[in-house]
């Protein structure tokens, strides 16, 4: 697939999602977007990302978190992914909005983070971890990119029931399974070194995202169908649809947590 064509998927997808590939906080009756947005307003106040704040965005994508961010605050964010076609397009985002001076994307891996040790006052892992196989690898990483007292961000599906029921939603996902649960993930950032200060627990926030991606679908039909045909169009509304069905409702939860990077002798 060339660069142009990756790119025409990645808009194709905001179409049928939103700029934003991630969940959404829904405190009230908010359109996916807005929902998005506080998601990443949150994720900035539990890190306290200011000014001059530098952060990693760790499995940016397409660089929306890292563009939403450094646009609102101004902060300074290298994101890292291995997709170097979603760095490409990131890049193209940032030129759009202007940011080149502030985000900067590079191919990496979280696992094997591509900068010095204690490089950032704050990581963000946004729905990252689950996708990966060497998830205690990757927080190791994260540790040692992080100053002393650094604070490390993170949202991350999670898995509240077990069993095959949830195969499907997996797969299209492209999730690492099995995946932790919630004790499971609290446990991994514990023992990687760091201090949990908050867990929120959002499980019915993975439906409610599907639903108002199914509403955002109704919404902007006309200028969808025209921009992906109708096949297309009912592929995305089949998988959302399914993504709010109790199996899933059941099984997927959905979790934000902030931690603060120890001293080893400290938490020994």
């Not at 069993?163 to 399974?177: I, K, L, P, V």
Request: hydrophobic share 40%; with cysteine.
């Amino acid at each position: 697939m060339t660069q142009q064509q990756a790119s025409s998927v990645f808009r194709r997808l905001e179409l049928v999602w939103s700029p934003y590939f991630h969940y959404g906080l829904f405190n009230g009756p908010h359109d996916l977007e807005r929902a998005q947005e506080i998601a990443l307003d949150t994720f900035a106040g539990l890190g306290a990302i200011g000014r001059e704040t530098r952060v990693l965005d760790a499995g940016c994508g397409i660089a929306s978190s890292a563009i939403y961010l450094s646009s609102k605050v101004g902060c300074r964010v290298l994101g890292i992914d291995p997709a170097r076609a979603q760095i490409e397009y990131g890049r193209e985002r940032i030129a759009g909005h202007g940011l080149d001076g502030l985000v900067t994307l590079a191919a990496g891996r979280v696992e094997r983070i591509p900068a010095r040790s204690e490089s950032f006052d704050v990581v963000l892992m946004n729905e990252v971890l689950c996708l990966l196989r060497e998830k205690d690898e990757a927080l190791q990483e994260v540790r040692r990119v992080l100053r002393p007292g650094g604070r490390l961000v993170l949202s991350d599906l999670y898995d509240s029931k077990g069993g095959t029921g949830t195969a499907f939603f997996h797969r299209t996902m492209s999730h690492a399974t099995p995946m932790f649960n919630l004790p499971q993930l609290i446990g991994a950032i514990e023992r990687a070194g760091f201090s949990i200060s908050t867990t929120l627990d959002r499980k019915p926030d993975i439906a409610r995202s599907y639903e108002a991606a199914l509403a955002r679908l109704s919404r902007r039909s006309s200028e969808i169908l025209d921009a992906i045909g109708p096949g297309e169009l009912e592929i995305a509304a089949g998988f959302y649809s399914h993504c709010t069905s109790e199996p899933i409702r059941q099984a997927i939860g959905w979790a934000v947590l902030s931690a603060t990077k120890v001293d080893r002798a400290t938490h020994a």
